[in-house]
Structure formats: structure tokens, C-alpha cells
């Protein structure tokens, strides 16, 4: 069974929630402020599938949260809860290392569906490896078996999602990829949000294995289209 801890201050919210992943065929842990979701988290060793975390609380906020979680699991699921609509809130939880976020008030079947989305993205990291069990290009070599990405020799710490998206374009070299077709590969064509999630992932992935991430050569952006992986040829 899945766990997911779900951290949000309103209680009327949080029982929603708890009722509906539970009949879901969740096991859910809830908590009511960023201390305890890191408590929790701490307790169980980081034994969660998903995390839900409301960004508005008092005290340790859910961005906070997030970043603690991100920095000691790149493989948990993280969805971020918000009341605000503004695109800054979206874009600094998954900078912060979300992989989703939810904007209030939406529907209990919407909260479902990304859940489950991001659960069967947790498991993929524990799938059967394919038969070829790296993929090389340029600099960086792509490991099916371990999930892994190296450049030079040393290790990418990449996220569930960017890893993903960087096999997508490892498979994909040298192909012009458009944004609706990453997101429906990564995100699945079921997902309620917009594309900006995939170009804000991009943008992260840059961070990390650019030379110059204002400048990339591996991650080319075709403008008005996607994005097209070079490998530095």
C-alpha cells in the first residue's frame, strides 16, 4: 500500500483529503504545520511514496518543507497545495524540487489523479531495467538499471521527474521534442496542468549539468516549439 504524508493547516482540508486518498486505497499520515511533516518524515525514515504540502502555514512554511524533503529523498513524490494562483508560487515549489502542484479549491478527483500520477512515477524508479542498461551521450552516460545520470564520470543529482526527462531525450537525440509531447511522456495525458511545469523542470535541469546554464549546448531551446537534446555534438 502507498503511503502518502499529507501536511496542511486547514482542518477541514486536511480531513478532506484524508478521507478520500484513504478510500482511495492510501495509507495516509496527517499533520497540521511544517514541523510535524518533518518530524513525521524524520520518524519514518522518509518512509512516504508522496508528500502533500500546503505553502501557506505559519511557522516552517511548505516550501521550506519541501526543500528539506528534496535534499534528503530525490525519489519521493512531492505535490505542492496552494490557495494562491500566481505563477511565482508554482514556479519556486518546483524550483524547490516539486514535482506537481495543485491550486485551491479543486476537485477530490483531480487531487487523486495526480497522486496516483506521481506514485506510478515513485514506483518506475524501482521497474525491471531494459535490456540495454546505459544510454551514452557525449559527456553523460544514462543508467536504465540504477535511474542514474553521470557526467564525466560523476554523478547528476536529479529528481524522479528530471531523470525522466532526461531518458526522454537521451532516447530521443538529436529530435526536436514539443512541449506538449514531454509533458504527456513525463506527466501523463490525463494532467490537469499546463506546460509551464515542463519548462520550469527544464530550467532546473539546466542548473545541474550545464557548463552555462544561461548559455546551454545540451539542452537546445527550439522557440515557439520545445526543446531538442544536442549532447553537445
Not at 95 to 108: E, L, Q
Request: hydrophobic share 35%; aromatic share 10%.
Amino acid at each position: 500500500m502507498k503511503r502518502v504524508l499529507v501536511c496542511e493547516d486547514e482542518d477541514s482540508i486536511r480531513e478532506f483529503i484524508v478521507l478520500n486518498l484513504t478510500r482511495s486505497g492510501y495509507d495516509v499520515v496527517d499533520v497540521n504545520c511544517g514541523e510535524d511533516a518533518i518530524k513525521a518524515f524524520e520518524d519514518t525514515d522518509g518512509g512516504f511514496d508522496v508528500a502533500l504540502l500546503d505553502i501557506m502555514m505559519p511557522g516552517i512554511d511548505g516550501q521550506q518543507v519541501c526543500k528539506k524533503f528534496r535534499e534528503k529523498s530525490d525519489t519521493m513524490g512531492i505535490i505542492m497545495l496552494s490557495a494562491k494562483s500566481q505563477e511565482m508560487d508554482k514556479i519556486s515549489s518546483l524550483m524547490n524540487g516539486a514535482d506537481d502542484y495543485i491550486t485551491k479549491p479543486f476537485s477530490i478527483s483531480e487531487l487523486v489523479a495526480r497522486v496516483d500520477a506521481v506514485c506510478r512515477r515513485v514506483s518506475m524508479s524501482h521497474a525491471k531495467p531494459e535490456a540495454a542498461s546505459t544510454i551514452v551521450s557525449g559527456p553523460f552516460t544514462l543508467n536504465l538499471k540504477s535511474r542514474t545520470v553521470y557526467k564525466n564520470g560523476e554523478q547528476i543529482d536529479l529528481t524522479q521527474v528530471e531523470y525522466q526527462i532526461m531518458e526522454y531525450f537521451f532516447k530521443n537525440q538529436n529530435t526536436a521534442l514539443d512541449r506538449t509531447s514531454i509533458l504527456n511522456h513525463i506527466w501523463g495525458e490525463s494532467y490537469y496542468g499546463d506546460d509551464k511545469i515542463v519548462d520550469v523542470n527544464i530550467r532546473r535541469i539546466r542548473m545541474k549539468i550545464e557548463d552555462e546554464p544561461s548559455s546551454p549546448k545540451y539542452i537546445l531551446t527550439i522557440w515557439g516549439f520545445g526543446y531538442k537534446w544536442s549532447g553537445g555534438n
